[in-house]
């Protein structure tokens, strides 16, 4: 079935709370995507953000973000008064998440709520039972993080940081409150997350979700179980993640995260993988598994180096991981992040599962007519091919950087005249594309400048700030998006 699809994460929101929120403009933007014909709202992670901001880094593979939780639905269940919200700086930039005055209020407002909330609601025990394999070490988690200022975790007195079960217990007693807190919040914001899924679903709108391969060092998962990853005995990492150097970044990426342990993931029948992925199932309709490519082999970088110019190819679980998942979760809905050096080995492994791989216009106009992101090369209908994602710039910000050579190729197979005619015209190729699934950002349907970037890799500041300016999911936009939905029968 061909399908169109609007990526914008839930950040990007229009609010007058300094960041998007699970409420009324997210059932609004909802209405925006039915109108326009649009099946598919694509999302980034949902999890907490630790530094710098990144729903890549978080502090959990289960939880759900607290800036997201609607206030304006907790006044409707009286737990929060006008003033305690409404009353409060959260930025003065309408245009851009200030997450340093969302760090500092969000929290003081959800504890004005929690102080109202009845921890015996049924709904909540519930969903506390439901949630217990993970739910309750991350609260305890946040609860430590929080009484030592915020620091991670390999920075708390020794028995805590290692798990010790006395120090764990104590801890457990010590700051009940504080884990009660944390979990209240965990099941206001799956309510809230449950509710707008069920409201876009019944408006014939799937979710897309994401999830980074990896995992933050600085989280409760490698904090609870250092036997999935290849740490040392003072549980630091022996190898972490990155990518080696390419043309576009000389001293490669060196992301950091601590590497699987993919002998002891094997042994154990991938039991934590296939939970995670469990866990991802039931928030979104279908997860796109960002560096896909890494289940065959994985470039590890010695801990301590300074760049990624120094690692080593190593190989991963292939196949196997997904076959083990599918036997026991069944045939799982998922989009593979196939981008990056990709070789016949990953080809292959991604032909395997079945999965469909990616496709970007924005990589199609330097490498000549034989470049496979070029539509007329797809080899098959069975991927997504998407404008750019949200690691790339506005289409706006892509022209005004492009060569010449890669300008009049442009030109020429978008058929346009015009340089500021190429941003429309290459929504038009994805759309006209034998592609199943085509999705362009937000961004580029509001025509944005290059300052609307969500995230500039291998950057640590400035990133994932990008906000809609209010009153911007027009009826005229929704036509013109309808529009090229019927055309090109998506």
Not at 2 to 8: P, V
Not at 275 to 303: C, N, Q, W
Request: charged letters at 25%.
């Amino acid at each position: 079935m061909r399908r169109s699809g609007i990526l914008m994460h839930i950040s990007s929101l229009p609010s007058e709370y300094g960041i998007g929120k699970l409420g009324k403009e997210a059932r609004e933007f909802a209405d925006f995507l039915s109108r326009s014909g649009v099946k598919v709202w694509q999302i980034l992670p949902l999890s907490p953000t630790s530094y710098g901001d990144s729903p890549y880094q978080s502090f959990s593979v289960h939880a759900g973000n607290p800036y997201f939780i609607d206030f304006e639905k907790l006044e409707e269940q009286c737990l929060l008064l006008p003033e305690e919200y409404k009353n409060v700086n959260w930025g003065s930039n309408s245009e851009k998440v200030d997450y340093a005055a969302i760090y500092e209020n969000t929290f003081p407002v959800l504890r004005k709520a929690y102080e109202r909330f009845d921890k015996e609601d049924k709904a909540y025990r519930s969903f506390r039972k439901k949630k217990s394999g993970w739910l309750t070490t991350y609260a305890l988690f946040m609860a430590l993080k929080s009484a030592n200022g915020g620091k991670p975790w390999q920075e708390w007195d020794k028995p805590l940081a290692m798990f010790k079960k006395k120090a764990i217990s104590d801890a457990k007693k010590k700051y009940a409150d504080e884990i009660e807190f944390y979990s209240v919040i965990q099941f206001w914001f799956y309510s809230q997350w449950n509710e707008l899924k069920a409201y876009c679903n019944e408006r014939g709108i799937s979710i897309v979700g994401d999830i980074p391969i990896y995992v933050a060092y600085d989280s409760a998962d490698v904090w609870q179980y250092p036997e999935l990853f290849c740490l040392d005995k003072e549980k630091l990492p022996i190898d972490v993640a990155g990518c080696p150097p390419d043309f576009f970044s000389p001293t490669g990426q060196l992301w950091g995260n601590p590497l699987y342990d993919w002998k002891y993931h094997k042994e154990t029948d991938y039991s934590w993988w296939i939970e995670r992925l469990k866990s991802s199932m039931s928030l979104y309709d279908t997860v796109r598994i960002d560096h896909f490519r890494g289940f065959e082999s994985y470039y590890a970088i010695p801990y301590g180096n300074p760049t990624a110019e120094k690692g080593e190819w190593r190989k991963g679980p292939n196949t196997d991981l997904f076959e083990k998942a599918e036997k026991e979760l069944g045939r799982l809905s998922i989009i593979a992040e196939d981008l990056g050096f990709i070789t016949d080995e990953v080809r292959e492994m991604l032909a395997n599962t079945g999965y469909p791989g990616m496709k970007v216009l924005q990589f199609a106009f330097d490498s000549g007519a034989s470049c496979t992101d070029l539509p007329h090369n797809f080899a098959s209908s069975s991927c997504v091919v998407y404008t750019g994602t949200h690691d790339n710039m506005t289409l706006n910000g892509w022209v005004d950087s492009l060569g010449a050579k890669s300008t009049t190729f442009a030109k020429k197979y978008l058929r346009v005249k015009d340089r500021k005619d190429i941003p429309e015209a290459m929504i038009r190729l994805a759309w006209s594309s034998t592609a199943e699934l085509a999705v362009a950002q937000i961004q580029d349907f509001l025509n944005e400048p290059a300052g609307g970037r969500m995230n500039t890799p291998a950057t640590s500041v400035g990133n994932w700030q990008y906000r809609v300016k209010k009153g911007a999911f027009t009826n005229k936009l929704a036509k013109k998006i309808s529009a090229l939905n019927e055309l090109y029968y998506r």
